[in-house]
C-alpha cells in the first residue's frame, strides 16, 4: 500500500510499474504533478539441500539462509520442520520451503531432490568396438563421486579416459564406503579389402575376369556398380573396387583394379571386288595377325575365290584378340565374254550371298533379259546391268522352283546381232 502525505492511499498487488498523479486547485488554475513507484516481488528464499545424493542410512542437510518466520517446509511425506531454519533429512524426494519474509510478504521455493545412491557404471562413447584409426572415450558414471583408481595400462583417478587400443579395461571406485571394481572389453575391427587377384587385367574384347574378396570379412560391395558379393565376373574395361566391412562394423577400401580389353581389330582385305564370270580372285589378309580362318575353309595368309559372295577372315593378333576381315566379291559378263560358260545357270536365293541373284555387272554386253516359265509367259524383264533377278516376279512375288528360259538382248547389235538365250534353273534351298 502507497499513503500520500494528506492521508490518501493505493493498493498495488502485482509487482511492475506504478504511476501516481495529483491535482491542486488555486485560484482558478489547476496543477498536476506524477511520481514514478517501482513496485518489485520479493525474491525467493534460498533453499539448499547438502548433499543431494546419500548412501543408504545417511541423511542430508536441509537449510535456508533467507531470514523470515513462519518456516514451513515440505517434503515427501508431507509438511513438517515448522519454524526450522536447518534440519537433517533422509526420505528420498522433492523437498519445498514456504516462509514470511520481513516485509510480510510469503514467499516460496523448492523443488530440492534428495536422491539415493546408485551403483556405478561405466560409460562407453561411441561404442565397445575401435575401427583402425578411432579412439572410444570411458567415464565412470556414480551419484556418489567416492574415489576412482584406475588399473594398467591406464592410469590416475579422472573419470574420463581415452583409449585408442582394444583390450581389457578397469577400475577401482569406492563409494559409499564399498568399492567395486569395473570391467570394460574393448574389440578392435580389423577390415582387410583385399583381392586375391589384383591385377591388372589385360585382355581381348569379350573376354571376362573374375574379382575375387578375401574370405573373412561380413559385407563385400563392389564399385562402380554397388554389387553386393565376394566376387564379381567383369566383362567390361574400366577401374574396379571393393569396400568391405568386418563384422565389427569397420569399414576398408582395396586398392584400384585397372580392367583393359581391346576391342577386335579389322583385317584391311581391300575394297569390295567385281570378278569376271569364269575368272578367279586372290584374297589377302595382312597385318601382324596369325591362325587365319576363311569362310572358304583356307587356313593361310589368301584365299582363291571364284564365285560372288561375301568372304571372311578371321585372325589372332599377338595378344591373342580376334581380328576380322570381310570382302564382297561380286561377278559380271565381261564384254567379249558372250560363251554359255560365262552365263549362271542356277540360283538359290534363301540369303547366304551364295548365287542368290541372277544378272551382270555395269559392263555386261546385253540391255534386256526376259524371263519366260515353262507354259512360255514372260515373268520377269529388265536390264540385267542394273537389276539382279532374285527368283521373283515383276510384282516381287516368289517364283516356284523349275527351270525358265532367258533371252538377252545385246547392247551393240553390230557386234553381237543374235539374241542370246538359255535356261536357268531356280531353286529354293
Known amino acids: 500500500m502507497l499513503t500520500s502525505a494528506n492521508g490518501d492511499s493505493a493498493w498495488c498487488t502485482e509487482p511492475g510499474g506504478l504511476v501516481i498523479g495529483a491535482y491542486h486547485t488555486e485560484n482558478g488554475v489547476t496543477c498536476y504533478a506524477t511520481n514514478y513507484y517501482q513496485v518489485s516481488a520479493p525474491p525467493m528464499p534460498y533453499l539448499g539441500l ?51 519474509e520481513p516485509n510480510g510478504c510469503v514467499v516460496s521455493n523448492g523443488p530440492v531432490t534428495l536422491a539415493p545412491f546408485s551403483s556405478p557404471y561405466l560409460l562407453v562413447e561411441p561404442d565397445h568396438v575401435l575401427c583402425p584409426g578411432e579412439s572410444v572415450s570411458v567415464e565412470v558414471e556414480t551419484s556418489d563421486p567416492g574415489s576412482i583408481v584406475w588399473n594398467a595400462p591406464l592410469s590416475g583417478s579422472d573419470t574420463l579416459q581415452m583409449i585408442d587400443e582394444p583390450g581389457i579395461y578397469s577400475c577401482s571406485v569406492t563409494s559409499c564406503g564399498d568399492t567395486q ?7 578392435g575391427g580389423d577390415p582387410m579389402a583385399e583381392i586375391v587377384d589384383p591385377g591388372p ?46 563384422p565389427f562394423g569397420c569399414f576398408d577400401t582395396s586398392a584400384v583394379v585397372i580392367v583393359e580389353l581391346t576391342a577386335a581389330d579389322t583385317i584391311a582385305l581391300g575394297l569390295d571386288t567385281t570378278i569376271c564370270i569364269g575368272a578367279s580372285l586372290v584374297l589377302t589378309a595382312s597385318g601382324p595377325y596369325s591362325n587365319w580362318i576363311w569362310s572358304t575353309g583356307d587356313t ?41 560358260a560365262t552365263i549362271p545357270n542356277v540360283i538359290t536365293p534363301n540369303g547366304d550371298n551364295e548365287n542368290d541373284s ?62 542370246k538365250s538359255g535356261y536357268i534353273q531356280l531353286i529354293r534351298p
Open 50 to 100: 547438502l548433499p543431494t545424493t546419500i548412501c543408504p542410512g545417511d541423511s542430508a542437510l536441509l537449510f535456508t539462509s533467507t531470514q523470515g518466520t513462519d518456516i514451513q517446509w515440505t517434503g515427501p511425506l508431507g509438511a513438517f520442520g515448522q519454524d526450522t531454519a536447518a534440519l537433517y533429512v533422509h526420505e528420498f524426494g522433492d523437498y519445498y520451503l514456504t516462509m514470511t
Open 181 to 187: 571394481t569395473l570391467t570394460l572389453y574393448i574389440v
Open 201 to 246: 587385367f589385360i585382355g581381348c574384347e569379350g573376354q571376362t575376369f573374375e574379382l575375387v574378396g578375401v574370405p573373412g570379412q561380413a559385407v563385400y560391395i563392389w564399385s562402380p556398380h554397388d554389387t553386393l558379393s565376394t566376387s564379381i565376373t567383369v566383362d567390361e574395361a574400366g577401374l574396379y573396387q571393393l569396400v568391405v566391412a568386418d
Open 300 to 340: 593361310s595368309a589368301s584365299t582363291v575365290v571364284a564365285e560372288p559372295g561375301t568372304y571372311t577372315v578371321h585372325g589372332y593378333d599377338p595378344m591373342g584378340c580376334l581380328v576380322i576381315g570381310t570382302a564382297v566379291v561380286d561377278a559380271l559378263i565381261c564384254p567379249n565374254s558372250t560363251s554359255d
Open 358 to 419: 541372277w544378272g551382270f555387272g555395269p559392263d555386261a554386253p546385253y540391255v534386256q533379259a526376259s524371263i519366260f516359265n515353262r507354259w512360255g509367259n514372260e515373268v520377269y524383264r529388265a536390264d540385267p546391268r542394273i537389276s539382279r533377278w532374285f527368283g521373283k516376279d515383276e510384282q516381287g512375288h516368289e517364283l516356284p522352283d523349275g527351270v525358265y528360259f532367258y533371252t538377252l538382248t545385246p547392247s551393240d547389235p553390230d557386234q553381237s546381232p543374235v539374241v
